[in-house]
């Protein structure tokens, strides 16, 4: 497969390939360990090697569950690149995704940049002087959890009272995106509704000397990024674990007897108001910091 690949590529296309080719293998490598992919598969990896590496060296481990914008520091909405559950938000709010794929009464363990920057400054002060091997998951899901169907509420509302503006000046109508509940009715969604109009398209540019093109591409990019967007988190659509915070919750409360300014440092999820969080700082943030 891999010399297949290459003796159709020249020049730079070849780093390319073989980028891709080992991308491939490791993801296959990662999926016979039993991950779903490379990124959470080298995470474990690490950890492993700390284990097996650190001798006496005190060691914490801190686990972030789905990091999102920030909730206060260093001020509200902010974020930096369209990472996790953002992909969607984005997609959504312009128009490209319509459907979706997972179980939309599940948990979806998130939790602000900010709040996980504090876990990490107060977990070294804790253990600076005190040897031990911590783990500390910090997350929403045991003590203020949020589900997709809220997610789906908020975009809903947010998108519709302040529509995106296209470039050519007009308002993105979005609608509440429907949710297929397995693969096999993802994919027949997806070629009723989809795909059989898409091959419709390409029929009729042949016919029509490539006059419906503008719509043809248009769908087949519609399609393309629900189809990615899918198949990137697959994985964690029907995940229905939560995340044993007690560690967390321990560190919280030797800080706040510590004296540790609590306010300052705060990385407690039960002090955030998800509706207020979303609909006025997460996607704002989003459409202001992100949305190009």
Known sequence: MLFSILIHCTGGSII????????????????????????????AIAEMLVEQMKET??????RPAIVTSTFKEPFPGWVEGVITIDSLGVAYGKGKLTCFLGNINGVVDVIPADMVVNAILVAMVAHAYHPSDAIYHVGSSVRNPVRYANLQDYAFGYFTAKPWINKDGTPVKVAQITVLTNMASFRRYMFIHYVFWLKGLELANIAFCRYFQRRYEELNRKIQIVMRLVELYRPYLFFNGIFDDMN??????AATQGGVETDLFCFDPKVISWDDYFMNTHIPGLVKYIFK
């Open 16 to 43: 390319s390939s073989i980028i891709h080719v080992l991308c491939f293998i490791s993801l296959i490598r990662a999926k016979v360990y039993g991950w779903p992919n490379t990124y959470v598969f080298t995470k």
């Open 57 to 62: 060296i005190s060691v914490v481990i801190l």
């Open 248 to 253: 967390t919750e321990k560190l919280r409360v």
